[in-house]
DNA sequence: CGCATTTTTGATCAAGTTCAATATCAGTGG
DNA sequence: CCACTGATATTGAACTTGATCAAAAATGCG
């Protein structure tokens, strides 16, 4: 079930009850992964378009000599790459992180929901500027925020996206990252991530015991981090779309 | 004229004349920006679609603390944001680095020009995704290159996007770029942006003169920076679509 | 309990920053 | 054509951040 997609989407939207099932029976094909395991190459050609139902996802490209670079995170009701049916071979790979739920998703079955939805296409459309904003944030982040700010920055996005989809209790979530893995999204060595945890520990920034993260103070941390959520576009932006009272069942 | 914006949807698929006439009529209102003049602000909303059509401009963002990143470079024929419009307010800014020349283009006038056109279609979403496909390299780029493979990429990068589009001379170009704008795209100082020039000038990978560049070896230098062309997507992918001899004046 | 993975610590090293000064260049006005 | 000006490029030296290497401690899991 794409609750945590539905969710999301009616961040921007709120969906109708014939656009919710047209979503439920779109991601009817579900497959299971264990964690650390390609779900797309490098290479491959794109098939269907993979929705993560539970469980954490990333794209990664690996350089020639090894080196290894998280690009995205995906967590639940993320799709990966929706519209690279339009290109020949992937150019990353997209691998779990935790096991994982996805629904497999037939390209001709989502162009024909779009088709017949045109509220889900609008959020779909805004989903996929929302995750172009998030690229681009990690680019300023690898450019110019010192790992600290870089830690901080993440924790603080994950958290407004995991809230969004009710994956947060109160001001934790579950962070089921290790921290090289971390080190991978952020651009720095295992070590010194290691470090920089504990520098935001020391602070008390953040609380971090095994996969589960703490922030007691979001806004200090926020400040910390330089982070301003504006680029994830969370204000209800879709309203005018809202469906109607009387299709909501 | 966008001939810049033809050319390189025309390495995708094959345009015919009737497409190529679309276009130009979309780019009919045109407007000129002195160098280093913002297009478009961050917390403007977003109006038309700004096409490129000569000049070079980029995006960026700046920090609280007057940090800035460039987070992309926009050369002739690209378009900025085309489809924002689903966002209520811009998230970054855009700002010429030459002068420039745009095209604006109202939105309904690309949505009518795509709906009359679906090999421009095709070929806008290509170009979407290869501009996605950029910026996740970028991200690659600034988590784990050396600042000597950084800028080395970076310049093979242009000069694939540049060549496609008519815009080099045998192995040169023009790089309208300080070297502090440089070291804003890499996330390096500028101090050390001119020294990572220097060694590649001093191992011969580069020739650059004031605003133009030379690579005597364009093979040497995507060795060694780790350049794959792969995820510019340039193998005309998109040769299905391709126009039919009767259509192409 | 035993093994493999992950986290943590210490020490050394390398890459890149910062600050400050100098040199070069492009354009401007005379 | 030249001197002047502001921006850009270049150099040197000291400093900081983060990487690397290696080992130890903690954790998790079958």
Chains 1, 2 share one sequence.
Not at 205 to 220: D, H, R, S
């Amino acid at each position: 079930m794409p609750h945590h997609l539905i969710r999301k989407l009616e961040q921007f939207t709120e969906l109708s009850g014939s656009d919710k099932r047209a979503l439920k029976s779109a991601a009817s094909t579900q497959r299971r992964f264990g964690a650390r395991t390609d779900i797309i190459s490098e290479g491959d050609a794109p098939l269907h378009v993979n929705l993560i139902l539970e469980g954490w996802a990333c794209r990664y490209k690996q350089l020639n000599d090894g080196r290894r670079q998280i690009i995205s995170l995906f967590v639940p009701g993320d799709m990966c790459d929706e519209h690279v049916d339009a290109l020949r071979e992937m150019d990353h790979s997209v691998a779990t992180l935790s096991p994982v739920n996805v629904a497999e998703i037939a390209r001709p079955m989502l162009s024909q929901m779009i088709e017949e939805h045109p509220r889900i296409r609008k959020a779909l459309c805004w989903n996929v500027l929302v995750t172009a904003a998030i690229q681009r944030e990690w680019t300023v982040s690898l450019g110019q925020r010192t790992a600290t700010e870089r830690l901080g920055h993440l924790l603080c996005e994950l958290f407004v996206r995991l809230r969004g989809i009710g994956l947060t209790q109160g001001n934790s979530y579950a962070l089921p990252l290790t921290q090289g893995e971390l080190g991978e999204v952020l651009g720095l060595s295992n070590v010194h991530t290691n470090r920089t945890v504990q520098e935001l520990r020391r602070t008390g920034l953040i609380v971090l015991k095994g996969k589960y993260l703490e922030i007691p103070n979001l806004a200090a941390l926020q400040a910390a981090s330089l982070f301003n959520p504006n680029y994830l576009h969370l204000d209800h932006e879709g309203r005018d779309f809202d469906a109607p009272e009387s299709e909501l069942s």
